[in-house]
C-alpha cells in the first residue's frame, strides 16, 4: 500500500468522517482517498484558520475529523490553534505536507520549516514525521488516537523523504 492509503485506512479506523484540507499538490493522494470515501465527507477550505474552525466545532459536536494542510500555511492556523484549540482541549487532527526541507526550491518555504515545529512544542502540541512507508500505520494510528483519547490536538508531518517531495518547477 502506499502511503496515502495506509494513512487513509488510519484515518478511517478512528472514526474520523471529515476532512478539511486546504488544497496541495503533495497532500493530493490522500485528498483524492478522502474524498473517493463514501464515509467521510471532504472538502477543501479557503484559508487554514478556517479549516481549523471547522475541525473545532465538529470536534465541540462530539465528532471527528482532521485537518490537512501544507506547512508554509501552518502560520495562518496559530491563532485559531492557541485560541481556541489548545485552551478548549478539542482533538483537532492535522497532517502537514513538509516543505522547506530536504532539497526544497522554493526559498519562501524554509523559513515556517524552522518555526513550525518550535511553536507546536511552544503550545504543547504533540508532533511526529512520517518519513519511511512502514511507519506510516503504527505512528499514524497512535498519534491520531491519542488526540482523541486525551482531548488534545495532533499534527503529523508528511516528510519529502515518505512522498519523493513537490516537483521542481
Same mark, same amino acid.
Given at each position: 500500500?502506499?502511503?496515502?492509503?495506509?494513512?487513509?485506512?488510519?484515518?478511517?479506523?478512528?472514526?474520523?468522517?471529515?476532512?478539511?484540507?486546504?488544497?496541495?499538490?503533495?497532500?493530493? %493522494?490522500?485528498?483524492?482517498?478522502?474524498?473517493?470515501? %463514501?464515509? *467521510?465527507?471532504? #472538502?477543501?477550505?479557503?484559508?487554514?484558520?478556517?479549516?481549523?474552525?471547522?475541525?473545532?466545532?465538529?470536534?465541540?459536536?462530539?465528532? +471527528?475529523?482532521?485537518? *490537512? *494542510?501544507?506547512?508554509?500555511? #501552518?502560520?495562518?492556523?496559530?491563532?485559531?490553534?492557541?485560541?481556541?484549540?489548545? %485552551?478548549?482541549?478539542?482533538?483537532?487532527? *492535522?497532517?502537514?505536507?513538509? +516543505?522547506?526541507?530536504?532539497?526544497? #526550491?522554493?526559498?519562501?518555504?524554509?523559513?515556517?520549516?524552522?518555526?513550525?515545529? %518550535?511553536?507546536?512544542?511552544?503550545?504543547?502540541?504533540?508532533?511526529?514525521?512520517?518519513? +519511511?512507508?512502514?511507519?506510516?500505520?503504527?505512528?499514524?494510528?497512535?498519534?491520531?488516537?491519542q488526540s482523541f483519547r486525551t482531548g488534545s490536538p495532533s499534527v503529523l508531518f508528511i516528510n519529502p523523504l515518505l512522498t519523493g517531495g513537490k516537483a521542481d518547477r
Amino acid at each position: 500500500m502506499t502511503w496515502a492509503e495506509q494513512l487513509l485506512g488510519c484515518l478511517q479506523s478512528s472514526e474520523i468522517d471529515l476532512a478539511i484540507y486546504v488544497p496541495d499538490e503533495v497532500l493530493t %493522494p490522500l485528498i483524492d482517498g478522502a474524498s473517493a470515501d %463514501p464515509g *467521510m465527507d471532504a #472538502f477543501a477550505a479557503s484559508r487554514e484558520e478556517e479549516a481549523i474552525g471547522i475541525a473545532a466545532g465538529y470536534a465541540m459536536g462530539g465528532r +471527528r475529523s482532521v485537518v *490537512m *494542510m501544507q506547512s508554509s500555511g #501552518f502560520g495562518n492556523s496559530v491563532n485559531a490553534l492557541a485560541s481556541l484549540v489548545v %485552551p478548549y482541549q478539542l482533538p483537532v487532527a *492535522m497532517i502537514i505536507g513538509e +516543505r522547506g526541507v530536504l532539497g526544497e #526550491f522554493n526559498p519562501v518555504q524554509v523559513p515556517i520549516s524552522r518555526a513550525i515545529r %518550535p511553536a507546536l512544542d511552544a503550545l504543547g502540541i504533540p508532533h511526529r514525521t512520517l518519513e +519511511r512507508p512502514e511507519d506510516v500505520e503504527p505512528v499514524a494510528s497512535r498519534v491520531i488516537q491519542q488526540s482523541f483519547r486525551t482531548g488534545s490536538p495532533s499534527v503529523l508531518f508528511i516528510n519529502p523523504l515518505l512522498t519523493g517531495g513537490k516537483a521542481d518547477r
